[in-house]
């Protein structure tokens, strides 16, 4: 009945952009390779050019080849069993109620197949346990399905003692409540965002890798031209790349969070994202430990926050494992309006944070900025006189301490923890249950023992790892009722 199963030929596509990706070094490195032998600086012979090409061929087709033809997969009663490999080969097997989380992806290209990537998580991994990299659409389906099965048969035992009957679902099940961010909304999330930053700094490292490659002469010629006109050409020409990166960013984005979906069911959250890859992930209310209202300055400037959702287990995205975005860019009064509704053991009671008091303003001023005195001096004596400059990472610091102190509160109520406060440039809001808190601490030093201040802070379980989330500088008394407010009630 149980039979073993192949992947999808589109896979092997799939799979080879995989191997193109993760080789991109020894690509890069074959094609400076040959321009330098194009210029007359090449080092090798004419005939170890083929090899490398060859080479280069042979690194990006065998992992693809290898793993296509070697994977089978099977789902039976009891759990999915996943093997693969040709020189080391691997034996999964998952049971289906360790399953965590089970998230589909869809590339453009498998749209016409109706194929799909399905990822299984369990809590016991920083990374998907199974990756079905292209299987029908209706396999996501009967995992569901078999899943679904085992699960029920698992709290049938549980409760036998109360004779409770489960309540089963409808496999069409529809959404309770759906959100979905418009066009203007992910413009607004692109043109907001540090992306274009992240892109200036791609272009950077590959312009200084084709340096060698372009004739000096050129470069000198066209730096010579941009001197000649003077300023106004050089503010011209940095408006321009600022919109062509904000243009990338903005393509980026819209790519990657088109037709973005937040939909609530029974028991779990599904996000919809994606146009060249459709991703689809569900998150339990059970795997929730935290919500994360985070704003940057800009944001806050013009009170815009996103919301993530900090979970125990994988998230399934290699990038933020544990740590999932639920919410991209959204005015901070609808997010606190709406999140009630998709997150009801929440109350989020931001309206009734309390303060840092206001000696503790010079301790932040102080340890912010402390520190900035070694450096200026070293580098103004090293670099006079053009490491006075320096000198501006006074005021940039102490803006720091001023805008951190200002960002700390806290506030309790009988089920729920919120503390606020920026580590690092964004304001940080933590939205904790009581009984997803892991430990509470409080510290004090000797400098703040006679101000009578003290560092909190508690450990929540996220992804493989755990969240510290802390307040600084916050009263002693607020600290003590902080601690007792998590202490077991007798």
């Known amino acids: 009945m149980y039979e073993d199963r192949r992947l999808h030929p589109i896979a092997l596509i799939k799979e080879l952009i995989v191997s193109v990706r993760?080789?991109?070094?020894?690509?890069?490195?074959?094609?400076?390779?040959a321009f330098r032998n194009l210029s007359g600086k090449g080092i090798l012979s004419w005939w170890m050019y083929p090899l490398l090409v060859l080479a280069l061929i042979i690194l990006l087709l065998a992992p693809a080849l290898i793993k296509y033809f070697t994977y089978h997969y099977r789902m039976d009663d009891k759990g999915i069993?996943?093997?693969?490999?040709?020189?080391?080969?691997?034996?999964?097997?998952?049971?289906?109620?360790?399953?965590?989380?089970?998230?589909q992806k869809q590339w453009f290209f498998y749209i016409p197949f109706h194929v799909v990537q399905i990822l299984i998580e369990t809590a016991g991994g920083g990374k998907a346990e199974a990756?079905?990299?292209?299987?029908?659409?209706s396999v996501a389906q009967e995992l569901k399905d078999l899943r679904a099965g085992k699960v029920a048969e698992l709290v049938e035992e549980e409760q036998l003692e109360t004779e409770e009957i489960p309540v089963v679902q409808d496999k069409d099940e529809k959404p309770f409540l759906t959100f979905q961010l418009e066009?203007?909304?992910?413009?607004?999330?692109?043109v907001t965002s540090g992306g274009v930053f992240g892109v200036f700094l791609i272009i950077l490292a590959l312009s200084q890798q084709f340096r060698d490659v372009i004739p000096t002469d050129f470069v000198e010629e066209q730096f010579d031209t941009i001197v000649r006109y003077g300023a106004v050409v050089l503010v011209?020409?940095?408006?321009?790349?600022?919109?062509?990166?904000?243009?990338?960013?903005?393509?980026?984005?819209?790519?990657?969070?088109?037709?973005?979906k937040l939909m609530k069911f029974e028991d779990h959250l599904v996000i919809e994202k994606g146009l060249l890859q459709r991703e689809h992930t569900s998150i339990a209310f059970e795997r929730i430990q935290s919500i994360k209202l985070v704003e940057s300055p800009l944001r806050q400037m013009l009170k815009l926050a996103s919301v993530r959702v900090v979970t125990a287990g994988s998230s399934g995205d290699?990038?933020?494992s544990g740590d999932i975005l639920i919410l991209p860019i959204v005015k901070k009064a609808k997010a606190l309006e709406i999140l009630p509704q998709f997150l009801e053991d929440y109350e989020?009671?931001?309206?009734?944070?309390?303060?840092?008091?206001?000696?503790?303003?010079?301790?932040?001023l102080f340890i912010n900025v402390i520190w900035t005195i070694p450096v200026i001096l070293l580098v103004s004596i090293l670099l006079f006189p053009w490491g006075l400059f320096s000198l501006v990472l006074v005021p940039l610091f102490a803006w720091k301490a001023y805008v951190a102190y200002r960002a700390t509160g806290f506030c309790t109520t009988e089920t729920e923890l919120v503390m606020q406060g920026r580590p690092f440039i964004s304001r940080q809001t933590n939205f904790m249950l009581k009984r997803r808190v892991q430990s509470v601490n409080y510290a004090q030093s000797i400098w703040m023992k006679k101000g009578n201040v003290v560092h909190f802070s508690v450990l929540l379980k996220s992804g493989q790892t755990h969240l510290n989330a802390s307040v600084h500088y916050i009263a002693a008394q607020d600290a003590n009722q902080l601690y007792y407010w998590y202490q077991p009630s007798k």
């Open 131 to 137: 990756d079905l990299s292209a299987v029908p659409a």
């Open 22 to 33: 993760q080789s991109i070094i020894p690509i890069a490195v074959v094609a400076f390779t």
């Open 236 to 260: 011209i020409i940095g408006l321009v790349v600022l919109l062509i990166l904000w243009g990338i960013a903005i393509v980026t984005t819209l790519f990657k969070y088109f037709q973005f």
């Open 81 to 103: 069993r996943v093997k693969y490999g040709l020189f080391f080969k691997k034996n999964i097997f998952i049971p289906y109620e360790r399953i965590q989380t089970v998230q």
């Open 183 to 190: 066009v203007k909304e992910l413009l607004l999330m692109a």
């Open 318 to 320: 290699n990038e933020h």
């Open 348 to 364: 989020f009671p931001v309206e009734r944070l309390e303060r840092a008091p206001k000696t503790s303003l010079r301790r932040f």
